[in-house]
């Protein structure tokens, strides 16, 4: 089975500061995607950036951009020039591309983002 | 304006009473999930469906049941054999199983009082 761990369960950044959420997953396939996504305080869920396996080139949406480290296992979010806007729990998914089988995604237990004016 | 909605927003239930909590998704999207959030954790997969008129375990099914009978609807029932039913429960969709962006509902707060 596959696991998401992220290690930082809050993290603390000042407005217009860069800051970067960690994440580690463990898993037995070569082929997959992964995933973050906010969850701000309204609590839904938000689809922040996407990054399939199979690509070495980091996934990059505008100010949020994703350092993935295959061998490692390792997929970390960095979020530049921080705004207000950008407080809420970030969770790390993965998701395996083979098609078969259980399809949901497997989350980690989230980091909460404040961000300070 | 095509989404998901989950209904209603928040629910209360008596111990030992059954309670069905509605998705539902204009989006023609063939599979749809739901999982369950407790605080300080991340997402869990309760149930999910593929296709219309099947669905399958997700890793916490105990004491929860579904249906698919149509496609744009995946009803969840907490029934009294779930012994800790407090939580916010998420309800999602994609097109189909090889798809990799899911949508989200914007959930319902379940309470047992």
């Known amino acids: 089975a596959q696991t998401v761990t992220q290690s930082q369960p809050e993290m603390s950044v000042q407005e217009a500061e860069t800051v970067t959420l960690s994440c580690t997953y463990d898993t037995s396939e070569s082929d997959y995607y992964l995933f973050w996504y906010k969850q701000p305080p309204s609590r839904q869920m938000i689809l922040v950036i996407r990054q399939e396996a199979y690509k070495q080139q980091n996934a990059t949406e505008n100010r949020f951009s994703v350092n993935f480290q295959k061998a490692a296992k390792s997929f970390s979010l960095k979020i530049s020039d921080s705004q207000l806007g950008d407080a809420a729990m970030y969770f790390c998914?993965?998701?395996?591309?083979?098609?078969?089988?259980?399809?949901?995604?497997?989350f980690g237990k989230g980091t909460h983002l404040i961000i300070q004016p | 304006d095509g989404g998901i909605t989950q209904s209603p927003k928040y629910l209360f239930r008596k111990e030992g009473q059954n309670v069905t909590l509605s998705c539902e998704q204009n989006?023609?999207?063939?599979?749809m999930y739901w999982y369950r959030q407790d605080p300080g954790q991340g997402l869990r997969l309760i149930y999910y469906?593929?296709?219309?008129?099947?669905?399958q375990k997700g890793d916490i099914a105990e004491g929860y049941s579904v249906s698919r009978e149509k496609k744009e609807s995946f009803p969840l029932t907490v029934t009294s054999a779930q012994k800790n039913p407090t939580a916010f429960y998420l309800c999602?969709?994609?097109?189909?199983?090889?798809?990799?962006?899911?949508?989200f509902g914007q959930g319902t707060r379940l309470t047992v009082v």
């Open positions: 999602a969709s994609k097109l189909d199983r090889w798809s990799t962006e899911a949508f």
């Open positions: 998914a993965y998701r395996s591309a083979s098609g078969g089988g259980a399809d949901g995604l497997t």
């Open positions: 469906s593929q296709i219309v008129n099947d669905f």
């Open positions: 989006l023609n999207h063939d599979a």
